[in-house]
Each structure stands twice: as structure tokens, then as C-alpha cells.
């Protein structure tokens, strides 16, 4: 069976997510409040991480991948759901680390920020 990575962001965003992390022969993991949860999706083989990232990496960053071994760059699956997603190899196989991108305005205290 095929893995759906468009229902493993959309699970993501509903379980209110803030990270994705994708590796060979492990089940993905989200980051919630923090704390790393696993996916109640199969172990990922390398091959279709593989996939997955030839379909949203830009062109443009394909070399660098290569030639570099990592690369950052932005990805959409919708006008709201935006992720800052690092592509980077890890014993000889590709993984990816997804953070999504908050679009709703929070407010001082919902930002965490330190006190003046």
C-alpha cells in the first residue's frame, strides 16, 4: 500500500502539530506541545521518502541537495498550510524535518515571548 503523505501533513495540522520528521524505516513522528509523538502510520521505507521529496522539492534545490547533502526550502499543501521543510541525508538515506508555519495572527502571550 502506497504511503498518503498529504494525509500525514493533513494529520499534522489537525492534531495541531508543530513538526514533522520523516525517516528510513521509522514510523513518522510529530512534535505536540513539544513532546514527540508517533504516527499511527506504517514505518516509512526509504524509497518513498525518497518519492515524496522528488515531488515537492523545487528544481532549483536539487543540486544543492546533492552537492551539499541538505537543503532548506518552503512547501504548501494549501493557501493556509505552509512548512518550512529541511531535506538532508542521514546514514546514506534522505530524511525530512517539516515545521509548519502559523498563518493566524497570535498575540504577545500566545508567542511566548520573554517579558521586556
Do not use: C, W
Not at 493533513?10 to 506541545?33: E, Q
Amino acid at each position: 500500500m502506497a504511503v498518503n503523505f498529504s494525509q500525514i501533513l493533513l494529520d499534522m495540522v489537525k492534531i495541531g502539530a508543530s513538526d514533522l520528521h520523516l525517516k528510513s524505516n521509522a514510523v513518522p513522528v510529530y512534535r505536540i506541545n513539544g513532546e514527540l509523538v508517533q504516527a499511527n502510520h506504517p514505518p516509512l521505507k526509504k524509497e518513498e521518502i525518497k518519492a515524496f521529496v522528488e515531488k515537492i522539492i523545487p528544481e532549483h534545490h536539487k543540486k544543492t541537495l546533492e552537492e551539499m547533502r541538505s537543503v532548506d526550502f518552503g512547501f504548501s499543501i494549501d493557501a493556509v498550510n505552509r512548512f518550512r521543510t529541511n531535506v538532508f541525508y542521514q546514514r546514506g538515506a534522505i530524511s525530512v524535518s517539516m515545521r509548519r508555519l502559523q498563518y493566524e495572527h497570535l498575540s504577545f502571550e500566545e508567542l511566548n515571548l520573554p517579558p521586556k
